[in-house]
């Protein structure tokens, strides 16, 4: 086993041979929009991250399906099924099997089966002092799917969370992968927030970071639905949950609506790596190709598991 649970990396990773790892991971949840379709691709994207994230290429997928057979049309559970299906599609590979219940609340996710050489596997440890801190998409979906079940959201905001969250991580991570000897840890952003994930990738390499709040990509109507309130009850309890190793300098000390789009609990975020700097620039255009939003946003620095916000 080269990857079980003591870091909580985002898949576990067994070793076959010397040249072969199966990586497998699952993840599965209720819906984040109203639209079935556009919830079984979010929920399938959101399931291959976790290959992506270990620099891996997936095999297959199996269907998870909860859903209420005798209160909802079974034709909202095809509409799911077949979102799944046509993002796993996009992925190169197939479903090729499941399980499904019948479940008072919908719930759709996948297991997905995924291999990697040894040599090529990237982990959520071994961020390095000097490193830089990138991330590939930007923050604040679960603001923002929390306002839309509030009723608060445009169509054009609806639309452009559906679209960053039903996209592939699979080109970032490829550019990632191909630069691999310069990319010392990588994981993904999603129910811990941006805090939480940085934190496990400091815990697990023994450093600290500074993050320039300026530089984090955040969707543009994220920020002020944060202001009036949609805040999801996971992001509030991420910021809580990382306080004590968080540091807000300045006027950001008093920021709540910026401190908690830090914490949001995202679905289907984008990857965060730790990169050595001579390698930075190289990394960033090859990115710039496939992630409109991809950002330098702090550093890897000696000391404790602690992030300094400036």
């Known amino acids: 086993m080269l990857v079980g ?68 049309p079974m034709s909202l559970l095809g509409d799911i099924v077949r979102g799944g299906s046509d993002k796993v599609s996009e992925a190169g590979i197939f479903v090729v099997g499941g399980h499904s219940i019948d479940d008072p609340e919908p719930k759709y996710g996948l297991v997905v089966v995924g291999m990697v050489h040894p040599d090529q596997l990237l982990r959520n440890t071994g961020a390095r002092p000097g490193d830089r801190l990138i991330l590939t998409k930007p923050l604040g979906t679960g603001v923002v799917t929390t306002a839309v079940k509030k009723r608060w959201c445009t169509e054009a905001e609806i639309d452009e969370v559906v679209g960053l969250m039903s996209t592939l991580n699979r080109d970032a991570a490829e550019v990632l992968v191909a630069h691999r000897p310069q990319v010392h840890a990588l994981t993904d952003v999603t129910g811990f927030g941006l805090l939480g994930h940085l934190l496990e990738i400091l815990e697990g390499s023994s450093v600290g970071a500074r993050l320039d709040a300026g530089a984090v990509p955040i969707l543009d109507s994220a920020r002020e639905l944060a202001v009036r309130g949609a805040i999801p009850g996971g992001t509030r309890a991420n910021l809580a949950s990382a306080s004590d190793r968080v540091r807000f300098a300045g006027s950001l000390a008093g920021d709540e609506a910026l401190q908690l789009i830090l914490a949001d609990a995202q679905t289907s975020g984008g990857l965060l790596a730790a990169v050595a700097p001579g390698a930075v620039d190289a990394v960033m255009t090859d990115l710039s190709r496939c992630c409109q939003a991809a950002a330098i946003v702090g550093e890897v620095v000696e000391g404790d598991a602690v992030v300094e916000v400036r």
């Open 5 to 72: 649970t003591d870091t909580r990396d985002d898949a576990a990773v067994y070793l076959l041979d010397e040249d072969r790892a199966l990586v497998c991971t699952t993840d599965f949840f209720t819906p984040v929009v109203d639209d079935a379709y556009a919830f079984g691709q979010i929920a399938a994207a959101n399931a291959l991250s976790d290959v992506y994230a270990m620099g891996a290429r997936p095999l297959f997928a199996l269907s998870l399906v909860g859903f209420p057979a005798r209160k909802l």
